[in-house]
């Protein structure tokens, strides 16, 4: 009987261990974040801009690409605080008479849109394969993981170019403005996907050795089912962490082409194309014209990659 | 004065939900040239206990109270710069994985000279003299020769080997030795505890000896002291204490430890999560119809479940697009039969080619060559992915680990009922979780198991979903890898209880595999022996652990940790119901 007692005693106690555990184990990541300090500026930061950007429509002051709303007597005005700096435009205007933090506003739209949707292509395309790559193994692993390594060898703005260029050259002129945002996400989205492939390959290795996968091949489920619903969720985490730093490579990369004139039209501004324009001005004195733009950019790719970093960290057991 | 005294020791834990007591109140008393073994189940603080010894507390621990006295001198609160000179020169540690205690990129030269400078005053040629006998001491052949080896060119027994004379190159006064030989085969657990315990008493030397195993505690301790959730439970003479057992923990401890000379009906075991009478006793009933109710189940299947003949499989490995693969060879010729409701031991060392059978029988490995057939028909093993063949469905597996058999990112509910919705073994979603939950109550869990994940489980509940989703496939044949290896012995009690109910309540044959010869001896009916990928012995399992016929079996057998000193299990059971 005295056996039975102190079983159940230790029952007891096992039993609150593992509700504390529970507990612990649901905020885990809400219990570190609560802890970076970095997590939360770059949170917060990721939430204003993106939300500035989101409802730019209703945030900015005036529309940059309605024609009516501007006038070119305004051009090149500076910032409000500074001598001849008007009210009505807190950052000054552009050469066109633009309000520059409208401008900022819908052309940050612009950058996150293009980055956002060629980040989820990437990742999608890249995961795709890399998990195919490391489930099936043999000549399809060969095969994918040897394009991934010529991948690798084009820096990204020369994919990005050469995209751009055939596109050029092969669409009517016509459509061309129109499919200008298609093709930047697509040779985005096609520069970046061998991280996704590699790191998905990687951890996909990994976890298909494990034993809850050779029980679902036990169970005799067919390849896609084994790959997309028991090993896509566990390898889950990483991918999670390089989507988010790899967003502020995406929003660099359309930054950096629209920079170089293969970008979105200057009608569309985007952050890249406002810079561009700014940069001939910077010796003239119209110094914010590029600057405004800049310290957007910069902001935004600060905040995305403060989250990815405290993701990454929070995500890895052994960096604790 | 006693070499190693500790009184009241408490050491504390900082975590997020406030402080916890790893150890309380802990107390040793160690003379020179005796082995004391601290045993206990994982989390009951031995290790922890290990660590404050050596000053090695691991972040967020602390020591509450207490004194650890070596020599006399005290411990506790000892400045960091005095225990660089302690550590290492007066107490040494031996750890449980040769494989990484060692560095890969040094000769054992090397490593050993470095500590002997490092610790004494010799001359550097003196220390390669000391050097060389230490390795002569631990019993490594021909050490002249092998000394300027790589520790990668030693096997694992020989490389603990080396791991032992590192540590004695200080002239330590106390060894702390956690868990040495749980990385070994038995043959070589048992020269290495022999060893120990020759150096302890040659040279002196007090041993602490932290292990979870009672085979190694019987085998070599003077003293033991059993820990429990970090509280010492009994302490005294290894004999007395594994005889005579007075706290009922360490009874129900000992009780439940398999013995190699006797096999048993039950465990007479404690049982901590083990199904409760009363409310699901119902479901549990309308799970064992529904496992009964097998379409067919009338018609009479003929002959063997199971019939293996002539099974070969091997492996590439190191091949790439232009390089040629190299070919090994896991299992030669391998030929096993199993009856309906038996149980077929399949034992051997590491690396001996048990698991890949069992691979090769689910069909998660394809093989070279063999012809398998299950109730007389041809099932796929030698085709490409033969785990595809649908009438595998009847055999299933359970996994060593329990930690990675489930996938942790879904809900057990989802995990245990994914083969009745995959074979559609049931009609609509609420016949699906009625079984689900029925399967569950099968093995003692309760029904709001569903909802939660695996990780809010321990590893013996682990191991309980497991073997529900292995019945939710209604199989015939359960194929179980070392099962209970990953569980504490009195949780193994539980799981081994578990799976002979099923069997006996549904007549599933079992071949179980294992390299533990005492709990094989507790689950079959007949035995069969692997050594690198050959069968070399099969036979009914009484007569086998008798009088085995092969020299490997007798070797194996021979090598397994004594039990005698261990009270009989049945006086503790009787003790238990007193």
Same mark, same amino acid.
């Given at each position: ?87 009505? /435009? ?105 991280? /996704? ?124 | ?578």
């Amino acid at each position: 009987m005295a056996i039975e007692d102190s079983a159940d005693q230790g029952a007891a106690k096992r039993e609150t261990l593992s509700l504390w555990r529970r507990i612990g184990r649901r905020s885990e990541l809400a219990y570190l974040f609560l802890r970076s300090p970095p997590a939360m500026i770059g949170a917060l930061l990721t939430v204003l801009s993106l939300g500035a950007t989101l409802f730019a429509p209703w945030v900015a002051p005036t529309d940059p690409f309605d024609l009516a709303a501007y006038d070119l007597l305004d051009s090149l005005l500076p910032p409000a605080w500074a001598a001849g700096g008007e009210a009505r /435009f807190l950052l000054g205007t552009d050469d066109q008479g633009r309000d520059m933090l409208s401008a900022i506003l819908y052309g940050a739209r612009i950058s996150v849109l293009i980055g956002g949707a060629s980040i989820a292509f990437a990742a999608i395309l890249g995961v795709t394969l890399g998990l195919a790559a490391a489930y099936l193994g043999g000549w399809f692993d060969h095969v994918v993981m040897r394009i991934a390594d010529v991948q690798l060898a084009l820096p990204a703005i020369l994919t990005a170019l050469l995209i751009d260029g055939v596109a050029r050259g092969v669409l009517p002129s016509e459509s061309h403005d129109r499919l200008m945002i298609p093709v930047l996400i697509l040779a985005i989205g096609l520069s970046l996907w061998v991280d /996704f492939a590699r790191l998905a390959r990687a951890s996909a290795l990994v976890e298909r050795d494990k034993d809850y996968v050779q029980a679902a091949e036990i169970m005799g489920l067919p390849a896609w089912r084994i790959m997309l619903s028991h090993i896509l969720p566990n390898i889950a985490g990483p991918i999670l962490v390089v989507l988010t730093i790899d967003l502020a490579v995406a929003i660099l990369l359309e930054a950096t082409l629209s920079f170089l004139g293969v970008g979105v039209p200057a009608d569309q501004a985007s952050l890249g194309t406002l810079i561009r324009i700014g940069t001939a001005y910077i010796f003239s004195g119209e110094w914010w014209i590029a600057l405004f733009p800049s310290l957007a950019l910069v902001l935004m790719v600060i905040a995305v990659n403060l989250l990815g970093d405290f993701l990454r960290d929070a995500l890895n057991p052994k960096l604790r | 004065m006693a070499l190693l005294d500790i009184q009241d020791l408490s050491v504390s834990f900082e975590t997020r939900f406030g402080k916890q007591m790893a150890v309380d109140g802990y107390g040793l008393s160690l003379e020179r040239g005796e082995i004391h073994g601290l045993v206990g189940e994982s989390g009951a603080g031995k290790s922890t206990v290990g660590a404050a010894i050596l000053g090695l507390l691991p972040g967020g621990g602390q020591i509450e109270g207490g004194s650890i006295r070596l020599d006399g001198r005290e411990l506790v609160d000892l400045s960091q710069r005095d225990w660089h000179r302690l550590r290492g020169a007066k107490i040494s540690m031996i750890f449980q994985d040769p494989q990484t205690s060692l560095n890969p990129l040094l000769t054992i030269e090397e490593q050993l000279v470095e500590t002997i400078l490092t610790h004494t005053k010799l001359s550097e040629a003196k220390a390669k003299t000391r050097a060389l006998s230490l390795l002569e001491e631990v019993g490594i052949r021909d050490a002249a020769a092998r000394i300027a080896d790589y520790p990668h060119q030693f096997s694992g027994g020989m490389r603990q080997r080396v791991v032992i004379a590192l540590a004695l190159c200080s002239e330590p006064d106390l060894i702390i030795a956690d868990e040495p030989t749980t990385a070994l085969d038995v043959a070589v657990q048992k020269q290495v505890l022999a060893l120990i315990r020759r150096l302890a008493t040659k040279r002196g030397v007090g041993v602490l000896l932290i292990t979870h195993d009672m085979g190694v505690i019987a085998e070599i301790t003077d003293t033991v002291s059993v820990l429990r959730d970090g509280r010492l439970v009994e302490a005294g003479e290894t004999n007395r204490v594994l005889g005579a057992p007075s706290a009922p923990y360490s009874r129900s401890l000992i009780a439940s430890v398999p013995r190699v000379e006797k096999k048993v009906a039950r465990f007479p075991q404690l049982s901590d999560a083990g199904p409760r009478r009363g409310a699901r006793s119902d479901l549990a009933q309308r799970g064992a119809e529904w496992l009964l109710s097998r379409p067919g189940a009338g018609s009479k299947r003929e002959g063997d479940i199971l019939d293996l003949q002539g099974l070969s499989v091997s492996f590439r490995s190191g091949g790439g697009l232009f390089r040629q693969s190299r070919v090994v060879r896991a299992v030669k010729d391998v030929g096993l039969r199993l009856a309906v409701g038996e149980t077929l031991g399949l034992v051997g060392e590491s690396g001996s080619g048990k698991s890949t059978i069992a691979k090769a029988l689910v069909g998660v490995h394809k093989a070279q060559a063999g012809a398998l057939r299950y109730f007389g028909r041809p099932l796929a093993l030698t085709e490409k992915r033969p785990a595809r063949d649908p009438s595998r469905r009847e055999i299933q597996m359970i996994f060593q680990d329990p930690y990675s058999s489930l996938n942790n990112r879904w809900k057990v509910g989802a995990i245990v009922s994914e083969p009745l919705r995959f074979h559609g073994l049931c009609k609509n979603r609420r016949e699906a979780a009625a079984i689900t939950t029925s399967m569950l109550a099968l093995v003692g869990m309760d029904p709001d198991a569903v909802g939660k994940y695996p990780h809010q489980f321990s590893g013996g509940q682990r191991q309980r979903i497991a073997i529900a989703r292995a019945l939710a496939a209604r199989p015939a044949l359960m194929i179980c890898d070392e099962p209970t290896s990953a569980l504490d012995v009195s949780v193994q009690a539980q799981i081994l209880n578990l799976l002979k109910d099923i069997q006996d309540r549904f007549g599933l044959a079992i071949l179980f595999i294992s390299h533990d010869l005492p709990v094989v001896r507790q689950m079959s009916d007949r035995v069969a022996v692997m050594q690198n990928g050959v069968l070399v012995e099969e036979g009914a399992a009484d007569a086998f652990y008798k009088s085995p016929r092969h020299d490997y079996s007798r070797m194996l057998l021979a090598q397994t940790p004594s039990l005698d000193k261990l009270a009989d299990p049945q006086i503790l059971a009787a003790q238990t119901v007193a």
